[in-house]
């Protein structure tokens, strides 16, 4: 895959490296947290937080994300799930709502 003019990423070698429940995570995960046409999420990193959900082990929320033309109610709350806590580091009893007014409210 290039990525610049003279720059090549290695996918061969990503795809060794990471599980393969984890590589086929990596579309669902790069559409939500940002790409051509999906804004990212206003400053945070995707590099934060893929290495937050690799370490909580949350990528898995994202398994229905592209599976169907839509989702259902499972789906919609798994996504709701991954980026409340794991983009937004929300706490566990706090809906999506409260968490992002105290995220914008540090900035």
């Known amino acids: 895959m290039q990525i610049d ?14 599980d393969e429940s984890t590589c086929l995570q990596l579309p669902a995960f790069h559409s939500l947290t940002g790409c051509d ?4 999420f206003y400053r945070i990193s995707k590099t934060s937080v893929f290495e937050k ?3 909580n082990k949350s990528l898995y929320l994202l398994e229905q994300l592209g599976n169907e033309r839509t ?3 499972d789906g919609e709350a798994s996504i709701t ?4 806590e794991t983009i937004y580091s929300g706490k566990r009893d706090d809906d999506l709502v409260t ?4 995220h914008y409210d540090k900035l």
């Open 5 to 18: 003019h003279n720059k090549f990423v290695n996918v061969g070698k990503i795809a060794k490296f990471f």
């Open 53 to 55: 959900a690799r370490t």
């Open 71 to 73: 989702l259902d109610e």
């Open 81 to 84: 799930k991954f980026i409340h």
């Open 37 to 40: 046409t999906t804004s990212y």
């Open 99 to 102: 968490t992002r007014i105290r």
